[in-house]
């Protein structure tokens, strides 16, 4: 019977010395499931694994030492769809990434996919409809049920014949190349990216805010925080980001907040708490605005920008791909601003695509 289940630190040191794994560039596919949608902060808690005729799942929840796969993956070339979160979740819980991610993601999309789910392109390329039942599971609980485990092992069963198909085909289009850059800077995107900011409290709609304003969205923000973590529930279970925006400004307006009914008295003594607060906080401590860099949009600037996207448009007409895998509209109007350059927010492909490159 196949190795299904990782579950102790020595199975999982065993296995990855086999023979099949030992290699100096091993190749694997990966996929992670989490509890975002069940805790107030998400933890890993199920790694899928694929390599060569092996399929199976790794619990972390249950291996209280996984520095064995850190190091496999440190020389690993790992295959991965939609690597973004997965690639956050293994930086998190090694302090690293793989030596190598590919994304069937980025691959599918550079060969012109509109439609690049996984389980979009496993029926594409194997004709086999995925289930999707357990897509919003609690993957904290244990155990897994039956249905957990089959929809889980799916999430990699198919990567790495999946790849040697776009493989084969980015090669056949001449565009291997564009794949393996846009997958290196996806990579170093997680790398950079700063996990926790002290400002993230500054959510979408509050651009516009004035100081006052801010502030009792800085505190809304930081009382849902607390409440979601009493809970241990997701934040957006106590209030969603459009009710911290909408709350914020009846506050600021020194107007009265209808609270949803389901609140317990626990959580409306602690919001009541939270309104004394606010009015007790002197203005110094009010954060400031956020800088709105305000750009010159001239007819020069347009017609600069109109040309850049025309150009990008009928390139990726040509190629039968999406324009916004050559170039952003942000990204081209920083570039014809003045403000940004090309090379800094595109990749040589891209570049040369657009005839932006310098050494072309």
């Known amino acids: 019977m196949p190795l299904t289940l990782i579950d102790t630190p020595e ?28 805790r107030h902060r998400e933890s890993l808690c199920l790694i899928q694994f694929a390599a060569g005729e092996d399929c199976l799942l790794m619990d972390p929840l249950a291996i209280d030492d996984l520095s064995s796969l850190g190091d496999f993956l440190g020389r690993a070339v790992v295959w991965m769809h939609g690597a973004d979160y997965d690639m956050t979740m293994l930086k998190r819980q090694f302090g690293a990434l793989p030596a190598t991610v590919y994304d069937t993601q980025i691959g599918a999309r550079l060969l012109g996919g509109r439609r690049f789910g996984l389980a979009d392109l496993v029926l594409h390329y194997f004709g086999v409809e995925l289930s999707k039942t357990s897509q919003k599971a609690d993957w904290g609980k244990r155990p897994l049920t039956p249905k957990m485990v089959e929809y889980a092992l799916n999430d990699v069963r198919y990567l790495l014949p999946m790849a040697e198909k776009i493989v084969t ?7 291997y190349e564009w794949f393996e850059e846009s997958c290196q800077a996806a990579r170093k995107k997680v790398l950079e990216r700063e996990d926790s900011r002290e400002d993230a409290w500054r959510i979408q709609g509050s651009g516009k805010f004035d100081p006052h304003t801010l502030a009792c969205l800085r505190s809304l923000w930081q009382w849902r925080d607390n409440e979601a973590a009493i809970w241990d529930r997701p934040s957006f279970m106590v209030a969603t980001n459009r009710d911290l925006i909408e709350w914020s400004s009846t506050l600021a307006k020194r107007q009265t907040i209808a609270l949803p009914r389901h609140f317990r008295p626990e959580r409306v003594k602690r919001f009541r708490q939270l309104l004394e607060d606010i009015e007790a906080l002197p203005e110094t401590e009010w954060p400031a605005c956020a800088k709105l860099q305000r750009r010159k949009r001239d007819r ?52 040369d695509l657009l005839h932006l490159n310098p050494t072309a």
């Open 11 to 38: 199975a999982l040191v065993t296995y990855l010395k086999t023979n099949r794994l030992g290699d100096a560039s091993p190749v694997c596919a990966i996929d992670t499931e989490a509890d975002s949608l069940h």
């Open 169 to 175: 085909d980015l090669r056949a289009k001449g565009r």
């Open 300 to 351: 020069d600037f347009e017609r600069k920008v109109d040309h850049l996207l025309g150009l990008r448009d009928q390139v990726a007409s040509a190629l039968d791909i999406e324009g916004s895998l050559i170039a952003s509209r942000a990204a081209l109007e920083g570039i014809a601003a003045g403000e940004l350059e090309p090379a800094s927010v595109l990749l040589p492909w891209q570049l």
